[in-house]
């Protein structure tokens, strides 16, 4: 049976296995085990695999301090204040790529996933 692309990637976004939906995949916060515990998927494919999670964080964190940019300039027009500016993005941009780093991680591997499955190259269990 094959898993619909809306599946695998609404698991990955959740931090489970895009194969088979099991969740553990951290050790720590920023530790991701190298294998799924429950199907055995071997997650880095290649050395420079996770770019594309690199990639995803990127867009993710930088779409977010756009849009805390933007509310705060509508909220404070005509007189913007250049110190709560900061003092709010700051946090955002330091904070925001580490909120994001375990999701980019299991939504790379669900992405590539679930464009493997559209070829009709999907992974062996063994990878």
């Known amino acids: ?15 489970h296995c895009p194969r088979c939906g099991s969740g553990h995949l951290f050790k720590g916060y920023f530790s991701m085990v190298p294998d799924c515990p429950r199907c055995g998927l071997h997650f880095e494919r290649e050395s420079g695999y996770w770019a594309g999670a690199l990639a995803i964080n990127f867009v ?19 007189d913007v204040n250049p110190v709560l500016l900061l003092g709010v993005l700051l946090p955002v941009a330091i904070l925001g790529p580490m ?16 464009f493997l499955q559209r070829l009709g190259l999907e992974a062996r269990p063994d990878e």
């Open 1 to 15: 049976m094959t898993t619909s692309r809306s599946t695998i990637l609404l698991r990955g976004f959740t931090k």
């Open 60 to 78: 993710c964190s930088f779409g977010l301090i756009i849009v805390v940019l933007i509310a705060l300039l509508v909220a404070t027009l005509p």
């Open 99 to 114: 909120v994001w780093y375990p999701h980019s991680k299991t939504l790379w591997v669900a992405i590539d996933r679930a």
